[in-house]
């Protein structure tokens, strides 16, 4: 038998190393790629992290004021709304004024969110104002400003100087004092006269609101025993059935120190001015009729007792001023339906806020 000859192993041949000065420039080429990268890694981390702290951070909305759109989509009756951004930048502006009024209540944490409904509320006005009929012109906001600074003047306030009574400034003076005020509130001069038309925007809607309070209507005479509890709601009401005189129950039952002593007589009084549940229950009873218990919202028990009713009686100034301020509320509440308001502000953000008014 033949023998077979294992075939001999074939030597690999070594392989070829790059010369050293070869090595030596592909290290440097790549340090000269890496070390750019890295540095403009750092730059772009340092970048983001300016952006993020001061650009950013001042740009971030804290609120938005308005409707994006108006009307029905499917109809085709859409147009572009009106909406206002109120941003950090602007917020903490108005943190910083209103902080210098506010006697001591900056330092409450509930601070921020009152001045960011102030602000809401300003806008609020100014998106209804032409629908209302109402206007600020330029020249009012002028004699606004120099009737303050006067008044500021005079009373010795943030201005210096001994100017008293009915006085006449030069314009010149005018000018110098607003520019101090001006610095002194860190606003600039259209940033202010926007807060001054803001609040005469706002006292034009009062009057139109005060003015549109009736001076005479229905009024009904009301007597009211006031309780802690059911139990003695219901004694009161045992005795009143048994013929017991409301004014004698009223001085020995009821916890109102006010009217006891008047046998529980609150006067002639228009709808509106009482408690929900009890101006509900004094417009719907028939003159010389008493209630039933009445629990309120304030955790008291009432009994009343609708005296006499005028269905065209004068309304006292106190009263109409009541129901005008009830109103005026009332129509921001309203508005606060119709209008879209998107809040952004949190606890961390008002603490940002506050920590950058000085």
Known sequence: MSRKLKPEPKLSAAKR????????RNLTLVIWIIIPLIIALALGLVGYWGYDTYVAAWTQPIAKIGNETIGNATTGNVIKGNVTVLDMRYFVKMLRFYSLSSQG?????SFPYQILQQLENDELVRQAAPGL????TPDEVTAKINSDLISSAGGGGNTTGNITGNITLPQTDLGKMYQQWLNYVHLSDSEYRQVVEATLLTQKLQDQIT?????????????AIQVANEGNATEVENLLKNGEDFATVAAEYSTDNT???NGGDLGWLPQ???????DQAAFSLPAGN??????STNGYYYVIKVAEIDNNRPIDDQYRQILASNAFNNWFTEQRNIVEIRQYLDSTKATWAMNHIS
């Open 290 to 295: 008493v209630s039933e218990p009445i629990v």
């Open 259 to 261: 009217t006891k002593q």
């Open 133 to 136: 009929g109402i206007q600020v």
């Open 272 to 278: 509106g001015i009482l408690l929900p549940e009890l």
């Open 17 to 24: 190393q790059p010369p050293r000065w070869q090595q030596e």
């Open 105 to 109: 209540n900056s330092s409450s944490s």
């Open 211 to 223: 003015q549109s309070i009736p001076t005479e209507g229905k009024q009904v005479h009301v007597y």
